[in-house]
C-alpha cells in the first residue's frame, strides 16, 4: 500500500479528539506492520486512543486490519465443531486447564490459543510449561495433528496470525497502554476471529486483579468483543465474571496445575470446579452440543483421561512430579478474627514477585513459585493460625511478597468482613 497518509497527521488527528477514517486505519496497522510507522510514533497513537478511544466503526475497522495483517487459520477439516474460551486475565485464572480437556471428553475440538502472564496476571503456557517435557510452541500442522488425537490442543499464538496485533501488544505493554477497551476488544477478537473456530466463549473478569476494574467497563468490553465476533459471522457469547478476589487457592505456575488436577479429579476447590462448569456448558451450547451435561464428563474421569491424552501429545509427562519453589514461608494470622479481605490484585503482585511472572516479555518464569492460602474472605482464624504459604527458588524475594500479602489477606472484625462479588455476575450475547 502506498504510504497515503503521514503518520503525525493520524497522531494528530486522534490526540485531537477527532475520528480516524477507514482508510486511515488500514493505512496504519499495514505502514506499522511493514515498519514504516516507527514504534515511537504507534505509541504516540496507542496513547491517544486510550485517552480518547475509538467509537464502535473505528474499532471493527481497526479488527479487520489487524486480521488481514497476518494468515487466518482453519479447522474445517476437523470432524468436530470447534470453540475456543479466552479470559481477559486474572490472578489464580487456570481456567483453561481443566476446561478444554473436559470440552473436548464432550465431544467438541478445543484449539486454545493462549498466552504468557504480564505483569500480576498469569499465564497459562507459563503454567504448564511447569509440567516436564510439555511444548507450547507449536507449528500449524502440529496444531492440527494434537487436536486430531486428543480433541484439544493449548499452544501459543503463531507469529503469522494477526502479525500487526504481535507487535503492538508488545508495544503497547512497556507503553502504559494495555488499558484501553477499544485496543483490547480488537487485540483480543482479532486472534479469535482470524483462528477460524466455530465459536468464540469470552470471560470478562472485573475487579482488582482484572484490567477491567469495574462491572460496567467489563460489560462495556464484553458488549464491543461480542459484536466484534457476531459481525465477523463467529457465533460469541461473554460472561463477566469476578475478579476481586483470586481463583482457587493458588496463584503460580506449577502449583496451578497442582489445583487443576484436583479439578480433573472431582475434586478442587468450588470456585474453580463451578467456573470450569459454567464455561463448558457455555461452550457446548454455543456448538450445539448441549445435550451432554460436563458435571459427569468430569465427576467419571472422562475429562481426565482428556488431560492425560492432551499433555502427552504436547510432549508432557502428566505423571511426572512437578517442582515447587525450593524455599517457603508462611504469612501468619496477625490476631484472632476473620478474613476480611482477600485482595486478587495483591495475591497476583506478590506471586509476580516470588518469580511466578516476569518484569520484562523476554524474562524467564520460575516453575515453582507461586502462593497457596488457606482461607477464604469470612472465614474464622487464630492468632498465628498460616492463612498462605509462599514458594520460590530465590528466597531474596520473601521481603517484599510477604509485604503484598500482609495487604491483600486482612484479618479484622466480622462486621468489616467485605462480600465477594458473585461468581458470575453477567451473560452478553444471544
Ligand atoms: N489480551 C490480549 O490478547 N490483548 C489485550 O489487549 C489484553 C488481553
Known sequence: MADRFAAR???????????????????????????????????ALAMAIVLNG???????????????????MDFTGLARPTVDKHSTGGVGDKITLPLAPLVAACGAGVPQLSGRGLGHTGGTLDKLE????????????????????AGAVICETGDELARADKKLYALRDVTGTVE??????????????AEGVGAVVLDVKTGSGAFMKEPEQARE????????????????????????????????????????????A???????????LVLAREMLAAVGMDAVDPADVLDDGRAMDSWRRLIRAQGGDPDAPLPLGRESQDLLAPRDGVITRLDAYGVGVAAWRLGAGRA????????????????????????????ATMYTDTPFRFGAALADLEHAISVGDPADAAEPMPLVLDRIGA
Open 9 to 43: 497527521d493520524v497522531i494528530i488527528a486522534k490526540r485531537d479528539g477527532m475520528e480516524l477514517s477507514d482508510a486511515q486505519i488500514d493505512w496504519v496497522i499495514d505502514a506499522y506492520s511493514r515498519g514504516a510507522v516507527a514504534d515511537e510514533q504507534m505509541s
Open 54 to 72: 475509538m467509537n464502535r466503526r473505528e474499532i471493527s475497522r481497526w479488527t479487520d486490519a489487524m486480521i488481514r495483517s497476518g494468515e487466518r
Open 130 to 149: 511447569s509440567i516436564p517435557g510439555w511444548r507450547g510452541g507449536l507449528s500449524p500442522d502440529e496444531i492440527l495433528d494434537v487436536l486430531g488425537r
Open 180 to 193: 484501553s477497551i477499544a485496543l483490547i476488544a480488537s487485540s483480543i477478537m482479532c486472534k479469535k476471529i
Open 221 to 264: 468490553l464484553a458488549q464491543i468483543m461480542v459484536t466484534l465476533g457476531l459481525d465477523a459471522g463467529v457465533p460469541t457469547t461473554a460472561l463477566i465474571t469476578r475478579m476481586d478476589v483470586p481463583l482457587g487457592r493458588t496463584a503460580g505456575n506449577s502449583v496451578e496445575v497442582t489445583e487443576s488436577v484436583e479439578v480433573l
Open 266 to 276: 472431582g475434586g478442587g476447590p468450588d470456585d474453580v470446579r463451578e467456573l470450569t
Open 360 to 387: 520484562r516479555k523476554e524474562d524467564p518464569v520460575q516453575a515453582g513459585a507461586g502462593v497457596r492460602w488457606y482461607v477464604s474472605q469470612g472465614d474464622e482464624v487464630r492468632e498465628g493460625q498460616p492463612l
